[in-house]
């Protein structure tokens, strides 16, 4: 598709995004909103994740407050042509400290919007967010769709049951479905304030206020995708999700070469015209039972079936992250 072509796809097309007001769902109201889409972006606003009303600030796009388990999704879900189904519980720690809320969201709660979807919208295509965490600790590299699903944690099991009542939905009802396994995510609008959200967060709080951060053990292999190629990946699967052969399936997204917490904790100091210090601490023993060790996707599949690839080096998007965050610290620290 051409980007004329795009336009003409997304221009006046009703799009749903929950959890609009996060990290990723936010910079897809962005593009959507650019596109000429109908955006609305449906989000709870929970101070734990990665929500953040400056997020949203310059898009054209409606923000719903309200949260998946008990908002009136009727009218939200009413007649839209596509679904970006980005809302999710995504701590780790925080799945484990209370796994009924972690699948409350998670799973219980995609199975309610599941339910609207087929009275509001029976053909909406709907791309699902979901993540590489269920595989667990990878038996081999590069992870393939085919790797065995072993969740470390709460948060993986719940994960992985979401995902699987929207393929359902497809193999069931031929609903057009569509799951992005993410690896690890980075860009402007990630919550930096802490760890929450990826050890990248807190790396670049901290190199931007001059001060240490950690490298928790610091061996383990890495792919990170910047926000762009996130975001292009998700439209381009929301384009393709009716054909067969892209219908129902789920497709790793990797990125950038794999590389160790040590080389990304020196190129992240490199791209910030080398200031930067870090110290390397021995993995938390709190997080070591849930710690996957290395992982690096094989994303082969999707982009063969998209023509999709990165766009975006891992350096060049460590500069882009460092330069948009410099000038609106006081937004997101
Ligand atoms: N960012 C990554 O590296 C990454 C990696 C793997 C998977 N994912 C998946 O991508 C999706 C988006 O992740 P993100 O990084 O943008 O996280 P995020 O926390 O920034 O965004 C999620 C949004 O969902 C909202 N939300 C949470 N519970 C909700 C509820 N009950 N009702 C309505 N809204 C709710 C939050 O307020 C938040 O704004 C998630 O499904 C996540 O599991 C992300």
Redesign the pocket.
């Known amino acids: 598709m051409t980007e004329a072509e795009r336009a003409a796809f997304w221009r006046g097309k009703r799009v749903l995004v929950?959890?609009?007001?996060?990290?990723?769902?936010?910079a897809l109201c962005h593009a959507l909103a650019a596109l000429g889409a109908r955006t609305t972006a449906?989000?709870?606003?929970?101070p734990d994740?990665?929500?953040?009303i400056a997020n949203l600030e310059g898009a054209s796009v409606l923000l719903v407050r309200?949260?998946?388990?008990d908002?009136e999704l009727h009218s939200l879900c009413q007649e839209v042509d596509v679904l970006f189904?980005?809302?999710?519980?995504?701590s780790h720690m925080g799945g484990q400290k209370d796994p009924v809320a972690d699948i409350a969201?998670?799973a219980v709660?995609q199975v309610r919007l599941i339910g609207v979807m087929r009275e509001a919208a029976p053909q909406a295509t709907v791309v699902h967010?979901?993540?590489?965490?269920f595989y667990g600790r990878p038996i081999s590299l590069p992870v393939d769709e085919f790797h065995p699903v072993n969740p470390p944690d709460a948060n993986g099991v719940s994960?992985w049951a979401g995902e699987q009542y929207w393929l359902l939905e497809q193999r069931v009802l031929k609903r057009p479905v569509v799951s992005l396994?993410?690896?690890?995510?980075?860009g402007p609008?990630?919550?930096i304030r802490d760890a929450r959200?990826?050890f990248l967060g807190i790396w670049i709080r901290q190199v931007l206020k001059d001060e240490p951060f950690e490298v928790w053990g610091g061996e383990q292999l890495r792919d990170l995708?910047y926000v762009d190629d996130v975001v292009r990946a998700f439209l381009l699967a929301a384009e393709a999700a009716p054909q067969p052969g892209v219908a129902g399936r789920v497709f790793n997204l990797g990125g950038s070469p794999p590389a160790s917490l040590l080389d990304l904790a020196q190129r992240l100091i490199a791209a910030n015209d080398g200031q930067g210090h870090y110290s390397v601490k021995e993995f938390p023993a709190d997080r070591a039972p849930i710690d996957i060790g290395s992982y690096h996707a094989d994303d082969h599949a999707f982009r063969a079936a998209t023509g999709w690839a990165p766009l975006v080096g891992l350096d060049e998007g460590l500069r882009r992250s460092l330069d948009w965050y410099r000038t609106r610290l006081a937004d997101y620290t």
């Open positions: 929950t959890g609009g007001a996060g990290f990723l769902g936010s449906l989000d709870v606003m929970n994740g990665g929500a953040n309200g949260d998946i388990r908002v189904n980005m809302a999710a519980q995504t969201i998670n709660a967010a979901s993540t590489r965490q994960k396994r993410l690896t690890n995510c980075y609008r990630l919550r959200q990826t995708t």
